[in-house]
């Protein structure tokens, strides 16, 4: 008996070692393909453990464009593609569809895993009408992506996969290799970092509008920068996107003037900066341009790799030394010529923000010749702006040279609650369908930061797969409910509502923001705080609907980001009514009705804080934490934390014109600067409203920009902030909602 039972259990054992061998080989099958392999990682990424729920293959690209195929197969969601991009896109559009599982671009968003991943009812298939799917702005690396660790990088690479973008702007890291490249023209190491600007205005700095501002660069921060970008790189090349590198537009050191005394530079300004902060342009025609593009992109090209696209912007609202069309096209000639030099493939991707923003200098003759001073088909335009001005429609598309219509959507990251979808909804089918269109290879967006009106870009994308997603209407619905998680049709109804309200021909303009985030005033507006145009209580009359969701949404982190984005907007948009009524107070000399609704408008203020400290992203504490955490010593951390602060105050120094350009409704920053802003503005009135004469604007601006700048040299020993988000976000919102319903 006992060796009948030593037999038994042999030959369990045995089993059990045949049984893991094939699960084991199972696997290997699975990842042994790159493209598949790469999808089955980002569902076990995204889904934890539930990437056996899946089956996924490639198959044939017979016709040269990305397609995908969805369907069930026995308890399993089979999922075929023509690349990892295609069957990530698969993948996204069956979470969205079936499961309700909205994937989100920031890394702190918990994903909602279906209990059970419901089948597809009728097989799903999509192609893809446009060969390039552009993503990202160099201003989105100071606006967004700025303290982003690989943590933050990774999940976005995933959801630029999950949306089937396959060019991405890859910018980070280049102070690395420019650091070498410059040593071989003879600077030392001090002086490119010296060369460089802080952290915060690199974007800018990369563009050739300034140098210096708020540096020299830590050379950590360079270091950490190079090794984020080679894992960036290695993973969006896995997916089989191209990113775009960066390449010399003629940008250079005003330092390489004691080593070659005899170069022709010309200055380009700084952005009020200070002249010390000027940026200088290297004359195309001097031998050392063509010289400084083969270092850089063959150090490049060693350090990254390439996939021979390269990003180059002379002149980004800048004027250059001439305006003659044979000098603009002696440029172009020169800048192409270098990288072919290097890359016989090379592509230069040519951003169309530049022509757009001076038009009158950028007429038709500037513009052609520069174009065509390239060869055919090697410089592909971006129409940066597409939902306010087809610069395309204006140019004989371009000249016929490869564009891809871009989305802008926003500026500095602003977050105010509009975006122009059934004007981009008509605008895409009508270029698609225009005969005279020549070469619109593709679509992106051109964002300069993250924050609000997510959906808008996610929309653009589905739209390059699926033209019915024309049909707004019904694509708002399913976008609804994956912010849910379930069919909720009460909030279906709500975003309807909001459809032709605010996400109709509200526009992106410069500055989209409101009045707390505005420089005081008692009429209109600042700068960079333009209001909307809609009816303000037609949104109020909107958001009761929202709080009337079920259960299940009210438990959805997605809704209830919507819900707080949604009430923020109400009350932001009824400090505007409070604002005007203490102006009416002031004039009237009415000294009762002043004091009652400036402290409505403070209390406004407070309870916006409150608000936006629910929610991860909307919160200073985040930005300032992120941004301290790249430092060792306290003296580091507190330099990378006014770097953080000026970028989104006064992004110069005191009194610059650019003040509150990225303003934000975060938690912190409404409490410690646009309030108190605003409370020095009151107490200023308080000394003249007898008189009821127009206050001294020009004395007051002073003093508010003094204690704009005073802000910024503050840090984390004086003043602190929680990057940690508040509970119970439905209940701070339906409070909220019965204190301030009265006046709405």
């Known amino acids: 008996m006992k060796t009948i039972k030593i037999c038994v259990a042999l030959c369990l054992f045995i089993l059990t070692i045949n049984e893991n061998l094939f699960a084991v080989n199972k696997l290997v099958n699975r990842f042994s393909n790159t493209q598949t392999s790469e999808v089955y990682a980002l569902i076990e990424r995204i889904l934890p453990g539930n990437s056996n729920s899946f089956l996924i293959e490639t198959i044939a690209d017979k016709k040269g464009v990305d397609s995908f ?12 593609g023509t690349n990892a991009l295609s069957i990530a896109k698969g993948l996204n559009h069956y979470l969205k569809t079936y499961c309700h599982t909205s994937i989100t671009w920031y890394a702190n968003d918990k994903i909602e895993i279906p209990k059970q991943f419901p089948k597809v009812s009728s097989p799903v298939a999509e192609v893809c009408r446009f060969e390039n799917r552009f993503f990202l702005n160099y201003c989105t690396f100071g606006y967004t992506t700025l303290w982003w660790k690989w943590r933050d990088w990774e999940r976005l690479i995933d959801w630029m996969a999950l949306n089937g973008i396959n060019m991405p702007l890859a910018i980070t890291g280049q102070e690395y290799v420019w650091q070498k490249v410059w040593k071989k023209f003879g600077m030392t190491e001090a002086q490119s970092r010296a060369f460089f600007t802080g952290p915060s205005h690199l974007a800018w700095q990369r563009m050739g509008n300034l140098d210096r501002w708020l540096g020299p660069l830590p050379q950590s921060f360079i270091d950490n920068q190079f090794e984020l970008q080679k894992q960036i790189l290695k993973r969006e090349r896995s997916f089989g996107m191209k990113p775009v590198l960066p390449a010399f537009a003629g940008h250079v050191p005003f330092d390489l003037k004691q080593k070659f005394p005899n170069i022709k530079l010309t200055n380009l300004g700084s952005y009020d900066t200070g002249k010390q902060n ?5 004359d195309p025609m001097d031998p050392l341009f063509i010289k400084i593009q083969k270092a850089y992109l063959t150090e490049q090209q060693k350090l990254f790799g390439t996939d021979h696209f390269y990003g180059a912007d002379p002149f980004n609202e800048m004027d250059p030394p001439s305006w003659k069309p044979g000098y ?12 072919k030099a290097v890359d016989k493939d090379a592509v230069w991707i040519q951003m169309g923000w530049t022509f757009y923003y001076d038009r009158k200098h950028w007429n038709n003759p500037t513009l052609e010749a520069m174009i065509k001073a390239v060869p055919k088909n090697k410089m592909i335009i971006l129409e940066y702006f597409g939902e306010k001005a087809e610069l395309w429609r204006t140019t004989d598309a371009f000249f016929d040279a490869p564009y891809i219509w871009c989305y802008l959507g926003n500026f500095g990251g602003n977050t105010q609650l509009a975006a122009p979808l059934l004007k981009v909804s008509k605008l895409l089918p009508a270029a698609e369908k225009d005969p005279n269109k020549r070469q619109m290879t593709g679509i992106g967006t051109t964002l300069e930061g993250f924050g609000v009106n997510d959906f808008m870009f996610e929309w653009l994308f589905d739209y390059a797969w699926n033209a019915d997603a024309e049909n707004t209407t019904k694509w708002i619905k399913d976008y609804a409910n994956s912010r849910t998680g379930n069919k909720d049709e009460i909030i279906e109804a709500g975003w309807a509502k909001l459809l032709p309200l605010i996400y109709n021909s509200q526009v992106s303009g410069v500055g989209l923001g409101n009045i707390i985030q505005s420089k005081p005033m008692l009429k209109r507006n600042g700068s960079y705080s333009s209001l909307s145009s809609y009816d303000y ?31 923020k907007q109400v009350l932001v948009n009824l400090a505007l009514s409070f604002r005007d009524t203490i102006a009416k107070a002031y004039y009237a000399k009415d000294e009762k009705l002043f004091n009652q609704y400036t402290q409505h408008f403070l209390s406004l203020c407070d309870d916006v804080n409150s608000l936006t400290a629910t929610q991860s992203e909307l919160m200073l504490g985040k930005w300032i934490d992120d941004a301290r955490s790249f430092g060792k010593t306290d003296e580091e951390k507190n330099y990378y934390e006014k770097s953080a602060r000026v970028l989104i105050t006064t992004w110069g120094g005191e009194g610059n014109g650019i003040t509150d350009y990225a303003a934000k409704d975060w938690s912190g920053l409404i409490a410690t600067y646009y309030k108190p802003r605003w409370e020095l503005f009151f107490d200023e009135l308080r000394k003249t409203i007898k008189s009821g004469n127009e206050p001294d604007m020009a004395s007051f601006d002073k003093k508010r920009a003094k204690f704009d700048w005073e802000w910024t040299d503050k840090n984390h020993s004086t003043q602190s902030f929680s990057p940690t988000p508040t509970p119970n976000t439905i209940k701070v919102c339906e409070d909220l909602y019965k204190k301030w319903i009265p006046y709405l």
């Not at 949104?539 to 209830?560: D, G, K, T, W, Y």
């Open 328 to 339: 603009l096209a002696n440029v172009a000639r020169t800048i192409y010529s270098g990288m």
């Open 69 to 80: 195929y969805l369907a069930s197969q026995d308890d399993k969601i089979l999922i075929k």
């Open 537 to 567: 209580s037609a949104l109020a009359s909107i958001l009761p609907v929202f709080l009337q969701a079920n259960e299940e949404s009210n438990r959805n982190a997605r809704f209830e980001r919507d819900l707080v984005m949604l009430e």
């Open 278 to 282: 000027d940026a200088y342009f290297l």
